[in-house]
């Protein structure tokens, strides 16, 4: 008999995938949305330190929702943040989100006065820090695990893609094998939640790329991901990419089926946020046009990879899942950047 999953479990009313707001409400007793605030203003790229100047996709705020208020202090934004996710979602408990630019990147006591603050409001359930796989001192994990004693802590790397060729292309400044080792140590050294970000869309991808990208993280201890589809702003290195027609995205058919067939090899256990996380600002947006209406494209995706029968673990069987993945290179941890502290 296959043990292959046959149908989406009900719990996941209807979506193609296990979606992260089931774990958040299991996990916190009710509805929780998201604050995104900004503590950094810069990351190893912008500083040169990798060699680059920007990833190919970045704008100019280092990918932050609300652009506007960067530069406010903490508490305003929160105050402002909350508000406005408060009324648009119907929620009363938060998380607070470290979005901006490299966190950890950021002087240390910065990141730890904010975290204090999430610990502080009541309503405030956890805090979620978003970080590159190859910004990770030891003092910054410590704090986590610290502060996890006190509320809950998770942490989303910008992994992008675990294709060296990929990355290089993406100008990321790191490797599929640094972020393979800095997601194992953040789950075991800092002991607080993982969760990865990866954006599909790459002219080169293929099926079996997806299908290892999947295999992967179904072996690393991650409990959630996060899908971006590649997408050109103004102001990037891939708008003149685009420019000069060296680049092109892919329509929202052939984004839906590669999310597809991702979704089918994805250990169902792990979360996922959802399958498009679309532009920050909309009056950046160059191309696909098909992201230019946020819930209708994330609507599109559901419905394309619903029509072809995709969903997550539809091919994942826990018992013959191999060990995949480049193997790590000890010597890699000594290319992590320490913040200051
Ligand atoms: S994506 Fe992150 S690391 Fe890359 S340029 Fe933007 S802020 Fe820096």
């Given at each position: ?194 969760g990865v970000h ?60 590669r999310v597809g ?5 994805l250990d169902p ?73």
């Open positions: 008999m296959s043990l292959q999953a046959v149908t989406p479990p009900l719990a996941w009313e209807g979506k193609p995938y296990h979606p992260i707001s089931l774990d958040y409400r299991q996990r916190f007793g009710g509805k929780v949305v998201k604050i995104p605030v900004s503590i950094a203003d810069t990351c190893p790229n912008r500083e040169g330190l990798r060699g680059m100047q920007t990833c190919i996709f970045c704008d100019e705020h280092g990918s932050f929702a609300y652009a506007e208020s960067q530069g406010l202090d903490l508490e305003r934004q929160v105050a402002e943040h909350r508000a406005k996710v408060a009324s648009r979602f119907n929620a009363d408990k938060f998380l607070i989100y470290f979005q901006a630019y490299t966190t950890t990147f950021t002087a240390l006591g910065k990141l730890r006065e904010g975290m204090e603050l999430a610990c502080r409001l009541d309503d405030v359930v956890g805090m979620v820090v978003g970080t590159r796989p190859d910004c990770l001192s030891e003092a910054v994990l410590r704090t986590w695990r610290e502060m996890h004693q006190r509320k809950w802590v998770g942490v989303e790397i910008g992994v992008q893609s675990f294709d060296d060729d990929q990355l290089l292309w993406m100008r990321r400044g790191h490797t599929g094998a640094q972020a393979i080792r800095g997601i194992e140590r953040v789950a075991k050294e800092a002991q607080v939640d993982v990866l954006i599909f869309g790459w002219p080169t991808e293929t099926d079996k790329q997806l299908i290892e990208t999947a295999r992967l993280c179904n072996s690393l201890p991650i409990s959630n991901v996060k899908l971006h589809n590649l997408h050109v702003l103004k102001g990037t290195p891939l708008a003149d990419l685009y420019a000069s027609g060296e680049f092109r995205p892919v329509d929202l058919d052939e984004y839906s089926h067939i991702f979704l089918d090899h256990r792990i979360a996922v946020h959802r399958l498009a996380a679309l532009s920050s600002r909309w009056d950046e947006l160059i191309a696909p046009d098909w992201v230019r209406h946020k819930m209708k494209s994330w609507q599109g995706v559901i419905d394309r990879v619903n029509d072809g029968g995709h969903f997550q673990g539809r091919c994942f069987n826990p018992h013959v899942e191999p060990n995949v993945g480049p193997q790590v290179n000890p010597q890699i941890e000594q290319d992590e950047i320490e913040i200051t502290t």
